[in-house]
């Protein structure tokens, strides 16, 4: 599928297309979008060898249901908040100070991730598992790609780079790999689903 076609994301499905209704639409979306990321931070599922958390399964569902744009504005707004030391991140912490500990480079990813999940739904790619899970592993790389960088800068010096690798990404593939096979088997049921309503 190229690239260059532009297809619908499952938020575009759903109520006004154009015009005040758009952005009113638009405006509950990212209000929705930041409450879903809030509560996915606070689930935690009991596993070896770290606890799970959904805020990747969110990051990677918004953006992929929202499109890059308004994934992207939503990722940013979900931010903001926790910058400005409203706790919507996982546990009781925020603002600044938090956000320049070991999850920063993560949290930056969270965006990115978004808005390339929602880059690769408008060209279809939310459509079928098959290339649903190619989008979620390009995405999920994404924010390893900004949070194993800062991870390094603040321990490798004292913790070595196999102490980086462990904590800052091998502890959590295991359930990365569950909440890709989610996400995965969800989109595209999702628009079945969509298709299905529409006759």
Known sequence: ???????????????????AG???KQALLVVLGIGFMAA???????MWPVPVTMQTFA????????????GLVTLLGYLALGAAGVQVFTGDSAGLAYMAGPTGGYLVGFAAAAALMGFLARRGWDRSVT??????LMANAVIY????????WLFLADKGAAWVMQWGMVNFLLGD???LALAAMLLP???RLVERARG
């Open 40 to 46: 996915a931070a606070q689930v935690r599922v009991p």
């Open 1 to 19: 599928m190229s690239l260059a076609i532009q297809r619908n994301v499952l938020a575009d499905s759903f109520g006004a297309t154009e015009g």
């Open 59 to 70: 990051v990677l569902a918004l953006g992929a249901a929202y499109g890059a744009r308004l």
């Open 189 to 191: 049921a999702a628009w």
């Open 131 to 136: 290339r649903m899970v190619a989008a979620l």
């Open 22 to 24: 758009l952005r009113a």
């Open 145 to 152: 790609a900004f949070g194993l960088p800062w991870m390094a």
């Open 177 to 179: 790999a569950l909440k």
